[in-house]
């Protein structure tokens, strides 16, 4: 038979369970000072699938490798030890000792964000290193546009009241800018297509706005790269939107209802169990 001692023991096994769980932060958070964060994306429309290979700086093994990844393909912010890296892209399925593609050296510094994105037209890619904003204003979000669409190759984007760049060329990045939080209908117009998408920003948020082809109209994709006060980039929402690179880890607090509910159910099973038996008439 169960004491109550142990019964209560149980039950608070179970609401620590659950409050642990359902208060895991994104895995960037636990990264110490001497850390950096970084993400890869392929940006180039007629670019055929790459694999993707991070290298520290002089040392042959890769850190880390994304395969497959075709356009629209965005990382999430991988924790990166400050210091001197290689990004190198090669053709989808190709030999990791093969010469790559297209590769470039990253200093990560502690603290910083970046995005190392492959651009431009097949015939003229390139790899470009965006820094990342960290920070925003009290009641503002920083808002930075990524113009990826080749086929209409100049777009404004554009709220009502606010212009965050007109005629951007293909294979370009707008600084960030600073928006009061709030509702945002953002439009992006090229010469023959536009999209519309509606922006939630919050205090403190961070956002890149990226824009994109698809095959009928343009599209415009709202990364989160970080929330609210946090100086650390988000990795959950919207980190991959589109191709076949690697899904991150699906998000954990489903998991955490889950394993908390059979944890609470088996705890009201053993107090069912412990009320039957003491209700349950001596025998012989």
Known sequence: MLSKSSIRNV????VVSVGLLTNVAPASSSVDQ?????????????TPAVDVYLYDFG???????????SYGTVSPFLPTRAGTYTVAMRAAGAPAKSAPVLSTAIH?????????????????????????????????SMVQVIQASMR?????VRTQNH???????FASATRFQSLSKGSYVVRARGQTESATRKVELRSGSIHTL?????????????????????????TAPATGFGGTAPVPGRPLLPWAFMIGAGLLLMAGGLVSLRRGRQMRPHEG
């Open 34 to 46: 001497h850390d950096g964060w970084l993400r890869l994306a392929h940006l180039s429309p007629n």
């Open 163 to 169: 212009l965050f760049g007109r005629n951007l060329p």
């Open 59 to 69: 040392n042959p093994k890769a850190e880390v490798v994304l395969h497959h990844v």
């Open 210 to 234: 990226v824009i994109l082809d698809t095959t009928k109209k343009l599209k415009i994709v709202n990364l989160t790269d970080a929330v609210g006060s946090k100086v650390v980039p988000a």
């Open 11 to 14: 039950l608070l096994a179970c």
């Open 108 to 140: 990560v510094v502690a603290g910083q964000a970046y995005t190392v994105a492959g651009m431009g037209p097949k015939d003229g890619l390139r790899l470009v290193v965006l820094p990342d904003d960290l920070s925003a204003p009290a009641g503002h």
């Open 152 to 156: 209409q190759p100049k777009v404004t």
